[in-house]
């Protein structure tokens, strides 16, 4: 499995998931609190990718040019960076507009409609 990382097993929970999972974490929240569109978070994704790449060559002596280790960084970046965006988006629709939308779920909003006899 080392082979498919490029690192170690602790190495990658410590630097991807922990220290990128973290930074795309925080990537997917300033991205939606600025309202920027969802694709953005693909190319800043990629850009964290690589320095997770890096910081695992750098520090801990892990292989810098795995395909295969930085197509799975980035993955799990982007998945985070992703979730976090939406979970944003969702909570700042309803904050921003309570009178147009109520929350709907952890993703999603709902536009309040007229309120008709059978709703009641």
Same mark, same amino acid.
């Given at each position: 499995?080392?082979?498919?990382?490029?690192?170690?097993?602790?190495?990658?929970?410590?630097?991807?998931?922990?220290?990128?999972?973290?930074?795309?974490?925080?990537?997917?929240?300033?991205?939606?609190?600025?309202?920027? %569109?969802?694709?953005?978070?693909?190319?800043?994704? =990629? =850009?964290?990718?690589?320095?997770?790449?890096?910081?695992?060559?750098?520090?801990?002596?892990?292989?810098?040019?795995?395909?295969?280790?930085?197509?799975?960084?980035?993955?799990?970046?982007?998945?985070?960076?992703?979730?976090?965006?939406? =979970?944003?988006?969702?909570?700042?629709?309803?904050?921003?507009?309570?009178?147009?939308?109520?929350?709907?779920?952890?993703?999603?909003?709902?536009?309040?409609? %007229?309120?008709?006899?059978?709703?009641?």
């Amino acid at each position: 499995m080392s082979e498919l990382l490029g690192t170690t097993w602790p190495v990658f929970i410590a630097v991807t998931l922990v220290l990128a999972g973290g930074a795309a974490w925080m990537t997917g929240q300033a991205l939606a609190n600025r309202w920027r %569109p969802a694709w953005q978070v693909a190319g800043y994704s =990629l =850009l964290l990718g690589l320095a997770d790449r890096f910081i695992t060559y750098a520090l801990f002596g892990g292989e810098l040019l795995s395909v295969t280790g930085y197509l799975i960084d980035t993955a799990i970046i982007m998945a985070v960076a992703l979730v976090c965006y939406r =979970l944003t988006k969702a909570g700042n629709m309803v904050a921003q507009y309570p009178w147009i939308y109520r929350r709907e779920g952890l993703f999603s909003w709902r536009e309040i409609g %007229p309120q008709r006899a059978d709703d009641a």
